[in-house]
């Protein structure tokens, strides 16, 4: 059966098919029978955080997410706690050190609050271990087999960029929670509206130079293809700029921008990123919600900030005519700060917050596709214009 055919385990549960990822996500057709590594889709994303308990407050209360399994000294675990929190088909596993000697706590210190994994959900761990192996890979953890009352769970990781790993997953055999050591544990928020729906793209930030070797890392270890290519003025204002190539898997449900500082005459947010995280890593995550606008508005209510839009962007008479017609008037996106841009297939909604932490790092976006498999280019400039005014105000620019 070919990947295109098959749902993930995180989509399951969140009873989305295929039609509705092929709207949230651009999801397309792909056959995988001669990919060497076959990836199903994403699994869960791993963060390592100064306070896991009161980060999966935050995650519930405000961004609505599900508590749905735990691992932590009651369960056994006495190096970390770990809250996994779902929505839709998104789970993120939020990791914080218990022992002051935990690779969670010294993964903080190095980076603050980041993304430590993004685990791949794959239909056979050994076969693409063996690939990745022999193309040149460092393999972290050889496959193996956690097992529980639940069943099993075959595993195994690959390192990333930086400190960033890739864990790869089989769950065929497993009907438990989350993962062997962790328990259902529900949340202690009361449950509010789904805001977000699946794992769009996750963007990675590299040192000026290595972002060819890291789309050949995606091309030759995991079979990924290239996607889009920004380089020159297609993201530079008066003051900096960055290259950035996008890679996917076949089927597009896992897509990775890949951004490198590019000289100007300011530090660009790649520079800041790379400061202020010590090394590469996640910058971003973005979000695929099916309304955008509602999804704005709550955050807001709930004291999310999200990076301000002038009102020229929605001034300009350019935009009207590059856009066409979209399903709100652009007095409503106004409103809100939301960024809208179209290609080729369709348009696409957009919006970023502001940092998630103290540090200038990691942030979310929100995304809402009407058939665009694009990025945003169009809206580029206006967005890194918003993050340099404030990389001023923090001093940074």
């Known amino acids: 059966m070919s990947i295109e055919q098959t749902l993930t385990d995180s989509e399951r549960l969140a009873d989305l098919d295929l039609d509705r990822l092929r709207r949230l996500v651009g999801l397309v057709e792909y056959d995988s029978a001669a990919d060497p ?14 306070n896991a308990t009161q980060a999966a407050q935050l995650f519930q209360g405000v961004y609505g997410m599900e ?28 990791r914080g050190a218990v022992d002051p000697a935990s690779p969670i706590a010294d993964h903080h210190r190095a980076h603050g609050d980041g993304v430590v994994d993004i685990a791949l959900e ?20 050889a496959p193996h087999d956690v097992t529980d009352e639940h069943g099993t769970v075959r595993t195994a990781a690959i390192a990333a ?42 963007v990675g930030n590299v040192e000026l130079g290595r972002m060819d070797s890291w789309v050949d890392f995606y091309h030759r270890i995991m079979g990924f293809t290239n996607m889009a290519e920004f380089v020159g003025d297609d993201i530079a204002t008066e003051y900096s700029a960055l290259m ?22 300011k530090r660009s ?52 005519s590059r856009i066409g017609e ?36 990691v942030f979310f976006e929100f995304i809402e596709r009407h058939g665009s498999l694009g990025f945003g280019k169009g809206n580029f400039k206006a967005l890194f214009e918003a993050i340099e005014r404030e990389q001023s105000r923090r001093g940074n620019f």
Request: glycine share 10%.
């Open 37 to 50: 590594f076959p990836v199903t889709g994403w699994d869960a994303v791993a963060w390592a955080v100064g």
């Open 122 to 141: 794959v239909p056979d761990v050994d076969r693409c271990i063996d690939h990745a192996r022999a193309q040149g890979a460092t393999v972290l953890a």
């Open 161 to 202: 960029y930086g400190d960033t790993r890739h864990t790869l997953v089989d769950r065929s055999r497993y009907t438990g929670p989350y993962l062997p050591g962790y328990v259902a544990r529900g949340s202690s928020v009361p449950p509010g509206p789904r805001l977000f729906e699946a794992l769009d793209h996750v």
């Open 244 to 265: 950035s190539k996008v890679v996917a898997s076949g089927n597009h449900r896992v897509k990775f921008p890949l951004n490198e500082p590019s000289p100007g005459r």
């Open 269 to 320: 947010q790649i520079d800041e990123f790379l400061d202020f995280y010590g090394g590469p890593g996640a910058q971003h995550l973005a979000l695929a919600t099916g309304d955008i606008l509602d999804t704005v508005d709550v955050l807001r209510a709930r004291g999310v900030q999200f990076l301000p839009t002038p009102d020229a962007y929605y001034d300009d008479p350019d935009l009207r």
């Open 326 to 361: 979209v399903r709100v008037p652009i007095s409503e996106l106004r409103s809100r700060g939301i960024l809208v841009d179209r290609d080729e297939d369709g348009y696409l909604l957009q919006i970023f917050t502001a940092p998630l932490g103290d540090r200038p790092t």
């Open 67 to 94: 508590q749905v399994a735990y691992s932590g000294p009651e369960t056994g675990n006495r190096d970390h706690h770990a809250y996994v929190l779902r929505s839709g088909a998104i789970r993120f596993e939020l």
